[in-house]
């Protein structure tokens, strides 16, 4: 494997054309994701996290500066399927089983009987519901459908996954067992994850480098590179070396005059 | 059972209602025929009377009732005055037209759709249809289908499907673009192709707002049918049965016809509704 950057964003704009004018989604954002990183995007409602993951994703498109993903342009990268992406709802099909969902994009991506089974067995088996593959979503907890979700992204072997929120509309308790297991999730897989957040305790917990970002316009205010270990158990979060992180964040955040409204 | 208590009552205060109505507007006829033959009738036998007329204006409940228990169990369904055979002329135009105007109208959906130009022509001129009076657009669609050799079932099916494909296209457009925009992204991350889009969501999503544009297609169709028989001189069918019964002042027939393609109305909906019950529910839908 080489060392060139997973994800490389140059001077990137977007701006949205509204009927209220121009919306300066993005503006000027520089970005190197490096392979196996873990990168928190946080930020206030409107700093233009999530659309900064989309553009990733190709799901925007950037109106100024470039972006590579896999050294190739993100629309590239998504026709070569190297991400998956899980969104903030589990979005799973009620009229499939956890199993048929899983499948969804294997079944799109052509992929055999054989080879369908194996894999969703695998991630079955990643997110911790072995077991639960012939249940129906209406018959899981809102965490262990999110599971799924990551299970269905993770299934057909992107070496990314990007992940918008995935865990907001989840309650503290199940989202620190959630955080945990991804953790370990990607301490197995090797993936590069680019995870949206608002909440600073998630994203100093999980990540590698935390991307600081600041609303009017949408832009980076500070990059973290985290100095805490890869093996992280939850209560991590009590000594001061994460406390100092946190509280980088949050300056991060005061500084970009987040907190003004 | 709970629900049984207030239907009884509601069919009570109908039959009240229904038996008042008949001694209102059938006296007059009694008391000329009385005055006629020089009787004075007292109340009872004036209310009998006008609950028991070959010919009345209203006919009581009963009478109906009578005349649908003589015209289907009591006559061989192939006789012409079994109104079981009378509703089975219906009823195959009412499916025929059913499945012609559900398939018209789910290709238009589809079309609409993933098509621009479709979407933004085709449903003003389905709107446009559903405004022309169907009675007067009848009697040339048979005439016109009549001169090229198209007769018998398939014309009154035309009518039934240019009724019951609205509700379809109306429905069925709503329905596949039910899927909200997360799920259509989820897709695009998978680099899905249009056609893997509608067979894997959009159509399943559509499955809910399908169902409930049948029910009403279904009871379109259904007039539909009735109404290809009246302009036509039909001698076979529900629509036949009312027309001949108001050629000949047989009220009692008109009615008995009437509660026959309400009762066929209700039982084909019923049909979609437990259809719809059981597929939502293996669906996960409901």
Avoid at chain 1, 2 to 13: M, T
Avoid at chain 1, 125 to 139: A, I, R, S, T, Y
Avoid at chain 2, 69 to 97: D, E, Y
Wanted: aromatic share 8%; hydrophobic share 45%; glycine share 8%.
């Amino acid at each position: 494997m080489s060392d060139a950057p997973v994800i490389e964003a140059k001077d990137l704009d977007l701006t949205f054309q509204t009927n209220d004018g121009p919306v300066h989604a993005l503006k000027g954002v520089d970005l190197t994701v490096n392979k196996g990183d873990f990168v928190s995007f946080i930020g206030p409602s409107g700093c233009g996290k999530t659309t900064l993951l989309r553009v990733i994703a190709a799901l925007e498109h950037p109106t100024g500066g470039r972006i590579t993903v896999n050294g190739m342009t993100p629309d590239e990268a998504r026709r070569q399927r190297a991400y998956g992406y899980v969104f903030q709802a589990a979005g799973l099909y009620p009229w499939r089983t956890i199993r048929g969902n899983i499948k969804l994009p294997l079944e799109i991506m052509g992929y055999s009987k054989a080879d369908q089974d194996e894999h969703v067995e695998r991630v079955l088996e990643l997110v911790d519901l072995k077991g639960f593959g012939k249940k129906f979503p209406w018959q899981l907890s809102g965490g262990m459908q999110q599971r799924a979700s990551i299970a269905r992204a993770l299934a057909f072997d992107a070496d990314i996954l990007l992940m918008d929120e995935p865990f907001g509309a989840l309650d503290e308790i199940v989202r620190d067992h959630l955080n945990e297991q991804l953790l370990a999730l990607w301490a197995r897989t090797q993936k590069t994850i680019g995870f949206v957040t608002h909440s600073i305790p998630e994203a100093v917990y999980l990540s590698t480098k935390i991307v600081v970002m600041s609303p009017r316009p949408g832009r980076i205010t500070d990059v973290i590179e985290s100095p805490l270990p890869k093996e992280r158990p939850l209560d991590i979060r009590d000594t001061p070396e994460f406390l100092a992180v946190a509280h980088r964040v949050r300056e991060g955040l005061r500084a970009g005059h987040a907190y003004d409204d | 059972m709970r629900s049984i208590l207030p239907i009884l009552t509601v069919v009570a205060a109908i039959l009240v209602l229904w038996y008042a109505g008949a001694v209102g507007m059938n006296a007059k006829w009694a008391q000329d025929q009385a005055k006629r033959a020089g009787v004075e009738l007292s109340t009872t036998q004036l209310v009998a009377d006008t609950w028991s007329q070959a010919r009345p204006r209203l006919p009581a409940p009963h009478q109906v009732v009578a005349e649908l228990w003589q015209t289907t169990v009591q006559k061989k369904i192939t006789s012409k005055r079994s109104l079981v055979f009378h509703g089975w002329i219906t009823l195959s135009a009412t499916l025929l037209g059913f499945v012609f105007g559900t398939g018209a109208g789910i290709l238009l959906a589809v079309g609409i759709v993933h098509n621009r130009a479709m979407d933004m022509s085709v449903m003003p001129w389905a709107i446009a249809s559903q405004t022309i009076p169907i009675l007067a657009i009848a009697p040339m669609i048979i005439v016109v289908l009549n001169s090229i050799g198209v007769q018998g079932l398939v014309p009154k099916a035309i009518i039934s499907a240019y009724l019951s494909f609205f509700p379809v296209v109306v429905g069925m457009v709503k329905g596949l673009r039910s899927p909200d925009s997360m799920q259509l992204d989820l897709l695009r991350t998978y680099n899905t192709g249009g056609g893997s889009t509608f067979w894997k969501l959009r159509l399943p999503s559509s499955m809910p707002y399908l169902f409930t544009s049948l029910k009403i297609g279904m009871a379109a169709s259904l007039v539909g049918a009735i109404v290809g028989e009246l302009p036509t001189g039909a001698i076979r069918g529900l629509g036949a049965r009312m027309l001949t019964g108001s050629y000949y002042g047989q009220t009692i027939q008109i009615w008995s016809a009437l509660f026959a393609a309400a009762i066929l109305a209700a039982t084909l909906v019923g049909i979609i509704g437990i259809i719809q019950r059981r597929t939502l529910k293996r669906m996960g839908m409901m």
